[in-house]
Structures are given as structure tokens and as C-alpha cells.
């Protein structure tokens, strides 16, 4: 099984979370889009069913707002604003219209069912979507929802990385790869998306240029948007007051430098639109949607990188991102949180050691680093909300990230551990993990939690 495109790590998605509402949106979306067997039944009626992790915190990450809207047509690619829209519309009118004018009768209120119980299940993040008509069972598709809004299962395979390539799948062979065609890191990945995915470099770029434009609108709404994020925590948007206090140099800085300070905000900006339900690019999934973008942007202010290098960079990001799905996972339902942030921070690393002038080595010491010290991070959401612990924790993995780069660029590059090994760990890890703290909102901070104080004013954690 060879190593995917970076595409896969890299697109365009909505929060607050890739693997329970961008994966499930797609499912939906596909479902719609089979060929329909069902031409000129009647009484047409649907059932949608969550099972594991999607189940357990499905409302608090919009699970039935993503597959409602994704079997209403909604494409987070192409069809602009929020799905809540058709969401809202939907359980109002009790009724979808799917091709060729067939109207399926749908109530997410009563048509989404949470099965907690289930335990035959290949992945924790499974939903199942069934067609009746005439109340006998005509069309169903079960999807494995695996991270990053790739999915899997008896309908459908959209993992490249399933179809073979050009058979690598170790940073360690591309290194050497790299190494004995005398060839640097940006250039082997852009023949790779050729052999992958039939991309030539002007397509690959002009489809990076799109993402990180999208990557800098979400850091401009987040730092300029204020309000009440969804759900029942009611949590105060912060990184506007933030940026606000950032300007008026209300702390001094005396422990951490103002690049630092402001990676953080712009993390926490891209984060809060996440959890907003805001249209973002995963990286590697929505959860960790802040850890990228604001290392590159952190990066651009400071040294007026050219955008050609932010975009090498972001190819390198999808690289190491890429490399961890392949070998590990990077879904919090399955490994824990070390596969999304952990991963984040590690593409982001990555990234800023190119860009900083790193060699091949450094670049992926820099990886090794960030990745390591993330090892065993838990997935614990308070009220199953991609907010607390999440929103903060994509600052962490942005400052962690810029630690490794630095730390990276004053060595040789050269390390006992290496990236590899540290991805092979966190899979041991995520084996080894109990279940109750792998997105399930049943343990860990999701229990202990105490409501936060109305008279916070910037709705902390």
C-alpha cells in the first residue's frame, strides 16, 4: 500500500470537526449521488444511524447538521455558506429532494438515530444511511468516516492512498529517495502528486494557492469576529480581544516574543471559526485546522516570505501529514487527539524549517520533534464540543512547532529517533489508549469539567 496525495490532508472543509461533519457531509452527499434504484418507488423514506465516537459527541460536532445537509446536495466545496441552512430548512419541511425530483421523506430530529451500543464495528467513527420505501429497505450505504473527511467502507473508497502509487510509504524511503536522485523535498512531492494523483506542478499549485487563501481568511474572520460560539458551553469568541490587547501591548514581553504571542491568536482565530462551523482546510483535520496557518502566516509577517515558499511549504505540511495517515491515523476517535494536533504541529514544524532554511534532515528533525512531546495527548471534548480543550490546544501545537523548527535548525539535523519511529509510537499509543479518552466526551475534562464562569470575559478554558 503506497503513500496518498497530500490532497487528502489537505482541503476544503467545514467545522468543527473533519472526521464527524466534513466525513459525514461527504456520506450524505454520496449516498445522494448513487444511482438510483429507487426510480418510480413511493413513500420514499430515509434513516440515518451514528455509531461510536459519532454517536457519543455527533451533536456537539454537527454530525446531524454535516449528513443532513450532505444528502440535501450540499458540496463544502462548491455550495457557499453554512449547512445549517438546509439543515434548518430540512426539519421544517420533513422532506429532501433528491435527483430527478424524488422527494425522500426526512426528519433529522426523528430520522438520525445515536447507537451507542454497537460494538462490531471496523471503525468508531461508522454511520449507516438507509432507503425504505413503502417501509421496506430498498437502498443503504455504511461509511467509515477515518479522518481528515476521507471515508471508507461498502459504498465507497475515496483514499488514494488505497490505489497505489509510487510505492513509498516512509519518510525514511523518501529521504533516501531524495538523497540518491540528488533531488530536494519540494520536487519529490510534486512528481509524487503526478504518479498519485495525475496533478502536473501548475495544478498542484494553483490548487495550494486556493487553500491557503482560504487558510488566510479564516485567520481574518477569526481575529475580527466577535459572539458566542455554538452549543451549550456558550464560550465568549476571545482571539478579537486578544489581537485587541496584542495592539495595545497590555503584557509585556518579558517570557515568550511577540511572533510567538501572535501565532497563538492566529491559531486560536482559525480554531473559533472551527468550532463557528466556518468553512476552513483541513490540516490535517478541522480539529487542528489552526496549527498550520499560523505558523506560515506567523512566518510570512516576520520575513516577507514570497508566495511560491509559503505554498512549498504547505506542500511539504501535506507531506508529513500524509506520511502519519498513512502509517498511524489522524482521527481523535481512533488514536486520540495526538493524531490531529500532534500531527498538526509536526506538519507545521515541517514547514517552517523549509521555510527557515532547513536542510532535508532538518526538516524532518523538526517533524520528529514536534510529533514526539505530543505522544499520548488525549481527546476529551467537554460536552462533545470542538472547543475546550481544542481551541487552545492548536496554540500549543503552533508554539510546539515553532520550537522544533528553531531546535532543528541548531543542529545538524542528525537524532537517534526518527520521524518514522515516532509515528509507528503514536500508533502504539493510540492502540493502547483507553476508549474514554478518544473522542468520546467520557473522560478526562468532558467529566470533570465545572461550568465556566459567566464573568470571564474572554470565556477562557
Given amino acids: 500500500m503506497a503513500l496518498g496525495s497530500v490532497f487528502e490532508i489537505l482541503k476544503i472543509g467545514v467545522g468543527p470537526s473533519s472526521s464527524h461533519t466534513l466525513g459525514p457531509a461527504q456520506a450524505g452527499l454520496h449516498f445522494r449521488g448513487l444511482r438510483p434504484c429507487w426510480d418510480g418507488e413511493q413513500d420514499l423514506r430515509l434513516k440515518v444511524s451514528l455509531y461510536g ?98 471515508l471508507e467502507g461498502n459504498r465507497i473508497c475515496l483514499s488514494s492512498s488505497r490505489r497505489g502509487s509510487a510505492g513509498l510509504a516512509s519518510m525514511g524511503e523518501v529521504m533516501a529517495v531524495c538523497e540518491r536522485e540528488e533531488e530536494d523535498l519540494v520536487a519529490f512531492i510534486l512528481e509524487h502528486e503526478r504518479l498519485v494523483a495525475g496533478k502536473e506542478p501548475f495544478q498542484v499549485y494553483a490548487r495550494l494557492q486556493r487553500l491557503w487563501e482560504i487558510m488566510q481568511e479564516s485567520i481574518h474572520r477569526g481575529v475580527s469576529t466577535r459572539g458566542v460560539l455554538p452549543g451549550e458551553l456558550k ?65 510570512e509577517d516576520r520575513f516577507h516570505y514570497s508566495q511560491e515558499r509559503i505554498l512549498q511549504a504547505l506542500l511539504i ?38 521555510l527557515l532554511g532547513g536542510t532535508l534532515s532538518q526538516i524532518e528533525s523538526a517533524a520528529e520533534t514536534a510529533l514526539e512531546h505530543h505522544l499520548g495527548l488525549t481527546c476529551d471534548p467537554v460536552k462533545g464540543l470542538v472547543q475546550i480543550p481544542c481551541i487552545e490546544r492548536n496554540a500549543v501545537g503552533a508554539v510546539t512547532a515553532l520550537n522544533a523548527a528553531n531546535l532543528s535548525l541548531l543542529t ?48 477562557s478554558a
Wanted: net charge negative.
Fill in 317 to 354: 505540511a501535506g507531506l508529513i501529514g500524509a506520511l502519519v495517515k498513512h502509517n498511524a491515523s489522524i482521527s481523535g476517535a481512533e488514536i486520540g487527539c495526538q493524531g490531529e494536533v500532534g500531527t498538526a504541529s509536526a506538519m507545521a514544524a515541517a514547514a517552517a524549517s523549509f
Fill in 412 to 459: 545538524s539535523g542528525k537524532h537517534r529517533i526518527s520521524f518514522d519511529t515516532v509515528v509507528e509510537t503514536m500508533q502504539q499509543v493510540g492502540r493502547d489508549m483507553n476508549r474514554k479518552y478518544k473522542e468520546t466526551a467520557l473522560g478526562g475534562l468532558a467529566t470533570l469539567y465545572r461550568s465556566v464562569g459567566e464573568d470571564d470575559p474572554l470565556g
Fill in 53 to 150: 465516537s459519532l454517536a457519543l459527541t455527533g451533536k456537539g460536532h454537527l454530525t446531524d447538521v454535516a449528513v443532513t445537509a450532505g444528502l440535501g446536495g450540499y458540496d463544502p466545496e462548491k455550495t457557499p455558506g453554512s449547512p445549517l441552512r438546509l439543515f434548518h430548512e430540512t426539519e421544517e419541511r420533513g422532506f429532501l429532494t433528491f435527483p430527478r425530483e424524488a422527494r425522500v421523506s426526512f426528519s433529522p430530529s426523528h430520522d438520525i438515530v445515536y447507537d451507542t451500543e454497537r460494538e462490531d464495528l471496523l471503525h468508531p467513527n461508522t454511520l449507516r444511511i438507509d432507503l425504505f420505501s413503502q417501509g421496506t429497505l430498498i437502498e443503504s450505504g455504511e461509511y467509515l468516516s477515518v479522518g481528515g473527511g476521507v
Fill in 235 to 299: 464560550l465568549v469568541r476571545k482571539a478579537p480581544e486578544l489581537m485587541s490587547r496584542f495592539h495595545k501591548k497590555i503584557v509585556e514581553w518579558k517570557i515568550l516574543s511577540q511572533v510567538i504571542t501572535l501565532g497563538s491568536i492566529y491559531a486560536i482565530a482559525v480554531a473559533e471559526e472551527n468550532a463557528s462551523g466556518a468553512r476552513l482546510v483541513t490540516a490535517p483535520t478541522c480539529g487542528s485546522a489552526g496549527v498550520v496557518p499560523a505558523v506560515l502566516k506567523i512566518l
